[in-house]
């Protein structure tokens, strides 16, 4: 038994083959080996070597599957391509591959098929043949009992599916990875500072908590959907859609950008959330860049970060969230910058670009930190549908610009104890915008107050302090109601032209310009 020796040799039992471990020498096929369509075939030898040359081929076919628990040694092609099937065979490399010219194959053909490593202990995952050329994975399939497979320094392409199978399975990146099928991560998956690109053309999915360096997207025919909650350094969407899924948490360490691919979009669906420490661009000329549903959120968390880019449509944001070290900034890029649910400005400063603007469909409210602060600069504008609050503790909510209510019921409040200081105050509301007593004279204050439509109401206790001209004009019930002991001072003219000025109980207006 010194060795085992064959020509040619063909498996086709379904039942299964086992070439028994010879502890003498090895198990050797100097021609063609091929395991067709359905059979199975276990190689236990020490040393199973297969072709004498790249004219030899080892060919799995449909449905099949061999096994190399012991040393596997191919001088000649692997193929899944040999019977004209679905070519849907599997190889398992449960044994050590022999680290020699070769590797996997002297060629391989893989445009179907699953490669599974399977070894126990360290070993590389092969990227390339005869030491140089790559090649491309169809499935790819990490298995190992333990210990660590590695990556070939080199590229790797992985045309199907990437499994890294269970708690025990482990893989380390050491190049770049492309990936065109669905991604699993049942056991750890190190990303080596590495890229990992999916580059898909249908629909992709991205499953099981997994940590990336930088995150891309090229899918050119469909959308990368995130299953499992998700880390990365940075985040690319070079084309195609990156979905996050609902209830899926996405964190970026870094920056997102949108490239200028004309279909680039970043997606969230239901209660998804995205936690982001760098910039968010969009340089894409996509005219929806973002869909982003009003339950899910984004939450900016870093040190100086812009929301801006090349785009030039809004960025549809869901409860936009700021939990600063310093300030995020909104720039200026188009008619409405950005448009979002619900702000909330949680700690550090949300601030408006001179010219930039923000459509807020819900409320905006500063929370208790004393530095939280929503800024408005220059030219910058903003239309709010909710409420608009501050709590106690912040020491200067607001700079206010241009702010336009168009609500149905909106407050102007919360428990601060600090006058928020508008610039242009406008109402365009179909019900009515309340400013509340907050113990502090005057509540509000603005350059300008103009009542479109619908009702400006002080509540009782409550004052504004009115820089300028008060118009009450265009709809006939805009109207501008005082309650109680609310107080208003006015600098500039008072013009009512059409609507309603109503001063109930002993509300006091003063009139105290130079010439009104």
């Not at 209660?271 to 982003?292: E, K, L, W």
Request: charged share 10%; glycine share 12%.
């Amino acid at each position: 038994n010194a060795e085992t020796d064959f020509q040619f040799l063909k498996v086709s039992n379904s039942a299964g083959v086992t070439f028994l471990a010879n502890s003498v020498a090895q198990f050797e096929v100097d021609d063609n080996l091929t395991i067709s369509a359905g059979g199975v075939a276990v190689f236990q030898d020490d040393t199973n070597h297969l072709g004498a040359g790249s004219s030899q081929t080892f060919g799995i076919g449909s449905g099949a599957t061999a096994t190399f628990s012991g040393t596997y040694d191919n001088d000649g092609v692997l193929s899944f391509d040999v019977d004209g099937g679905a070519d849907t065979g599997t190889l398992i490399l449960a044994g050590s591959i022999t680290n020699d010219t070769s590797e996997l194959g002297t060629s391989v053909v893989a445009a179907k098929g699953t490669i599974v490593y399977q070894m126990a202990g360290a070993a590389t995952v092969y990227t390339r043949v005869d030491g140089s050329a790559s090649f491309s994975y169809n499935n790819l399939t990490i298995d190992n009992p333990s210990g660590v497979l590695t990556q070939e320094a080199s590229a790797l392409d992985v045309n199907g599916a990437f499994l890294v199978n269970d708690a025990s399975a482990s893989f380390t990146a050491a190049a770049a990875i492309s990936i065109s099928g669905n991604f699993t991560n049942n056991g750890t998956f190190t990303h080596g500072s590495q890229t990992v690109t999916f580059d898909g053309a249908a629909d992709q999915t991205v499953s099981g908590a997994t940590t990336f360096s930088t995150l891309a997207i090229a899918n050119t025919g469909g959308k990368v959907t995130l299953g499992s909650n998700t880390t990365a350094t940075t985040a690319n969407v070079n084309d195609g859609k990156l979905s996050v899924a609902t209830g899926v948490a996405l964190d970026v360490n870094g920056t997102l950008t949108l490239q200028t691919a004309g279909d680039s979009t970043f997606e969230m669906l239901g209660t998804a959330t995205m936690t982001i420490s760098g910039n968010f661009t969009v340089d894409t000329t996509n005219a929806s860049p973002t869909s982003i549903a009003s339950g899910a959120t984004v939450t900016f968390d870093g040190s100086s970060q812009t929301i801006g880019g090349t785009n030039a449509n809004p960025f549809a944001f869901g409860i936009l969230t700021v939990a600063s070290t310093g300030t995020v900034t909104i720039n200026d890029r188009t008619g409405t910058d950005v448009s979002a649910a619900a702000v909330n400005v949680n700690d550090g400063k949300l601030s408006l670009a001179s010219g930039a603007s923000i459509d807020v469909n819900g409320t905006l409210t500063v929370q208790t930190n004393a530095d939280s602060v929503f800024e408005m600069l220059g030219t910058s504008s903003m239309t709010i549908s909710g409420d608009l609050t501050a709590a106690s503790g912040v020491t200067a909510p607001f700079t206010l610009t241009s702010v336009t209510f168009d609500g149905s019921s909106q407050t102007i409040g919360g428990t601060s104890a600090v006058s928020y200081a508008f610039g242009t105050l406008t109402v365009t509301s179909t019900g009515t915008v309340t400013v509340s007593d907050r113990g502090v004279s005057p509540d509000v204050s603005a350059s300008t107050l103009t009542i479109d439509d619908g009702t400006l109401s002080l509540a009782t206790g409550s004052a504004l302090d009115v820089n300028g001209n008060v118009t009450v004009q265009t709809a006939a019930d805009a109207e501008l109601e005082m309650l109680g002991t609310s107080t208003a001072s006015i600098s500039g003219n008072f013009t009512v032209s059409a609507g309603l000025f109503d001063a109930q109980g002993t509300s006091t207006i003063t009139l105290d310009g130079g010439a009104q």
